[in-house]
């Protein structure tokens, strides 16, 4: 990984862990906005961008703000299908516009990914045995796919910087127990279909997407409590959105997401190679420009607005 942009000294809060593109902070004891420290948390969305499991020395202009923006008009679309983490958007001026305060959860150790056409991991598996996560699948699939009804593939969560594995639904109900896994997959199933459904009518092939559930940390032992979905929710960082005029079965599709960079860094312009310990070079201007115009075009086509900024 390269090394990222400082987090930023915000009063009131302590920086507690920063990820590939998020700070997190915990509100210090007698903050004048009445933060609880044991059960509140700022979550900040950074202009980082990673690839290829390094975080870029580069950052993409408002693509903090753009998630944040994307994740609250998710979070009102999806509201009736259960409880999310936020708690409010008044934040530090600072990181106003690309931050949260959210409740602290005891996080399900899985990736909660749900595959409504075939491609990236899921079709390398399928090439292979036939199956995705333990879930069979017709033969004559090929690239970009589309399933006949979509399936919850679930990932163990890696450390930072190492890769996600896909597991089976066997696997998580031996982590979590047999009703947590159902219930983390009847829930992502739902927001799926839901986002599925409303992308659709704007035009967009909602192709595969991940989620991440937790709960309040006195409830985690109560296997009826609910499930609060968590982090980011639709956003290009966790999902493969498609235009559906550019979708055709057996072929590669454009994705609304940081692919542009992807396919520069592998470049001859680049001169990098992404299996080596070097890390990226900085990225040229008319990189970063298409990649923000990719994330910008991803809101606007969603929610039907210009992103305010």
């Known amino acids: ?94 990181v106003a516009g690309r931050a949260m305060v959210c409740q602290q959860l005891q996080m399900a150790p899985v990736e909660c990914v749900v595959r409504g056409y075939l491609t990236g991991s899921g079709l390398a598996d399928y090439r292979r045995d036939g199956e995705v996560c333990g879930v069979k699948l017709p033969a004559g699939l090929t690239e970009s796919s589309r399933l006949e009804t979509p399936i919850f593939t679930p990932a163990a969560k890696a450390e930072l910087g190492e890769h996600d594995e896909n597991v089976t639904a066997k696997a998580v109900a031996a982590m979590v127990g047999k009703k947590r896994a159902q219930q983390l997959a009847e829930r992502s199933l739902a927001i799926y279909q839901r986002a599925a459904d ?19 940390p006195e409830t985690d032992a109560d296997p009826e409590a609910e499930l609060i979905l968590a982090d980011e929710v639709l956003t290009p960082d966790s999902s493969r959105f498609w235009a559906k005029e550019e979708w055709e079965e057996g072929k590669t599709t454009p994705s609304f997401d940081k692919q542009y960079l992807r396919d520069w860094l592998k470049s001859p312009e680049a001169a990098w190679d992404p299996t080596g310990e070097i890390a990226p070079p900085a990225l040229p201007e008319k990189v970063i420009a298409a990649t923000r115009d990719r994330y910008l075009e991803a809101y606007r086509k969603l929610t039907g607005t210009e992103f305010a900024g």
């Open 1 to 94: 990984m390269s090394p990222q942009t400082p987090a930023p000294t915000l009063t009131g809060w302590q920086h507690v862990y920063s990820g590939k593109v998020r700070d997190l902070y915990v509100p210090l004891p007698n903050n004048p906005e009445g933060y609880d420290p044991t059960k509140h948390v700022l979550v900040v969305t950074s202009d980082r961008i990673s690839a290829y499991d390094h975080v870029l020395d580069s950052l993409i202009p408002d693509k903090g703000k753009i998630l944040t923006a994307l994740t609250l008009w998710w979070f009102e679309q999806l509201a009736d299908l259960g409880t999310n983490h936020l708690v409010s958007t008044k934040v530090p001026a600072e």
């Open 198 to 216: 409303l992308a659709n009518e704007r035009g967009i092939i909602l192709a595969d997407t991940k989620f991440e559930f937790g709960l309040l």
